[in-house]
């Protein structure tokens, strides 16, 4: 009977730990759909990014207040956890408060910090709610936002604030138990916060507190552990995701587009100019640009895990401004419903990325200007995504707009867009020689 507790808490945490290591093999495995992309070189500029945009939030704080409140939960959610890594010892060898005896003083100072920032997240999770359920702010209310991708935001916010409750809770239960010298309850020196929240628990019998700390104790571990689950079918997945993300961002200027190596060799071929590496021809039967997500980079599949649906890409967006369908947002949000759609039935599902969840008048809405490259706090490219689309469009389907097709055209033709011979650019001038 001694051991129950432990042998339950080894069982709850195996189970939880099969259940995201299967989860986290089913996501590796979506994204190794993609193509390879070459982004390993440049360390040194690659972990200077992830430190200053993934742990440092640099990009976040182009809009202050919300930025504020996400540093406070970030730190809280990373910070906190290590009380929890105490829990889990506890629970695995049966003891109470392990740390206590070996930080001494430092114990009580050390938890009552952790309770000042679970405050913290309670606080700006609060005001999170009232930001997309009261104020209801602009780029929380798209289309795509309706149904469970708000339902997932809102679930999230509540769940963070029920976990730091159960903490509190059980430190104020705790912390009475300790003065009443209950045993294994040892004295560890005052905490605040929850003193001051959970103090009314004083009026239960001694016998009643402990089943509230016990109960307390294992609804926050069991909480995190499914909290850790869940984050893996949420957005907020970008909790880890950010950091790889990052890490191997794109560090060329954001305007410059890659090109297509077969394409570039066979134009070069046709001038009769050098091509280095292999001269041969695009291999029989390859796709030129994206149809679905195989045909797109890993990075690219990774951009969309990554994805924390914050919509400052839309908000940003000046297609999506002026009223047209283009959502950044939701290109990366559909791509990665096709990744989980994909990852349960295959590929030959009888649908595509381009036409089942994205819509050609989507990407045709584009205008490249890199708006939503520049505002995503992770660094994602939903532009990239856009353009191979598009590639494919214009390249296997021959079905760009006629105003591009016209323009196409006229850059084979006149070397630009106009449709002007290179003998009549420069018509407009003489006009002003002559004083016209």
């Known amino acids: 009977m001694e051991y129950i507790p432990q042998i339950a808490f080894v069982l709850i945490a195996g189970f939880f730990g099969f259940l995201i290591s299967k989860r986290i093999s089913r996501i590796s495995k979506n994204i190794k759909l993609g193509k390879p992309a070459e982004l390993s070189g440049n360390k040194s500029e690659r972990f200077k990014t992830m430190l200053l945009v993934a742990f440092g939030q640099k990009k976040m704080f182009k809009r202050i207040i919300p930025a504020l409140l996400h540093l406070l939960i970030y730190i809280g959610f990373v910070l906190i956890n290590i009380e929890v890594l105490e829990i889990v010892i506890d629970g695995i060898f049966g003891t109470h408060r392990v740390a206590a005896p070996i930080l001494g003083d430092f114990y009580s100072s050390m938890i009552n910090f952790f309770e000042f920032l679970a405050v913290g997240v309670l606080f700006s999770c609060i005001v999170f709610l009232i930001r997309r359920n009261i104020l209801r702010i ?39 138990l300790q003065d009443r010298g209950a045993d294994h309850y040892a004295q560890t020196g005052n905490f605040y916060f929850s003193g001051l929240m959970f103090g009314w628990l004083d009026q239960f019998e001694t016998s009643s507190l402990m089943l509230i700390e016990r109960v307390a104790w294992w609804f926050h571990i069991v909480g995190i552990f499914a909290f850790a689950l869940y984050v893996t079918y949420s957005k907020h997945l970008h909790i880890f995701m950010a950091f790889p993300n990052t890490y191997y961002s794109r560090l060329v200027p954001k305007g410059q587009m890659d090109n297509m190596p077969e ?18 021809p695009p291999p029989e039967g390859m796709r030129f640009g994206a149809k679905d997500v195989n045909d797109l980079s890993w990075k690219n599949l990774m951009d969309a895990y990554a994805c924390t649906e914050c919509g400052r890409c839309t908000s940003e967006c000046p297609a999506n ?13 559909d791509t990665r419903d096709r990744l989980e759609d994909v990852g349960k039935n295959g590929l030959d599902d009888g649908k595509s990325l381009l036409g089942d969840y994205i819509s050609k008048e989507e990407i045709n809405a584009c205008t490249n200007c890199n708006a939503c490259v520049e505002a995503c706090p992770v660094n994602i490219n939903p532009l990239d995504i856009i353009l191979q689309t598009r590639r494919y469009v214009a390249m296997e389907e021959s079905a760009a ?36």
Do not use: C, H, Y
């Not at 394409?263 to 280095?276: A, D, F, Q, R, S």
């Not at 401004?321 to 949000?333: A, E, Q, V």
């Open 138 to 176: 602009n780029r929380f209310k798209k289309i795509e936002m309706v149904g469970w991708p708000s339902l997932d935001a809102n679930l999230i916010l509540i769940i963070e604030i029920v976990l730091m409750v159960a903490i509190l809770a059980m430190n104020g239960a705790d912390q009475i």
């Open 263 to 280: 394409i570039t060799n066979e134009v070069k071929m046709m001038l009769g100019m050098p091509v280095e590496g292999d001269n041969a």
């Open 321 to 333: 401004l002026t009223g047209k369908k283009l959502s950044p947002r939701k290109i990366m949000m």
């Open 401 to 436: 707009p006629d105003s591009w097709n016209a323009m196409f055209q006229n850059v084979e033709t006149n070397f630009a867009p106009w449709k002007f011979g290179v003998q009549d650019r420069f018509n407009w001038s003489q006009e002003l020689k002559d004083g016209k």
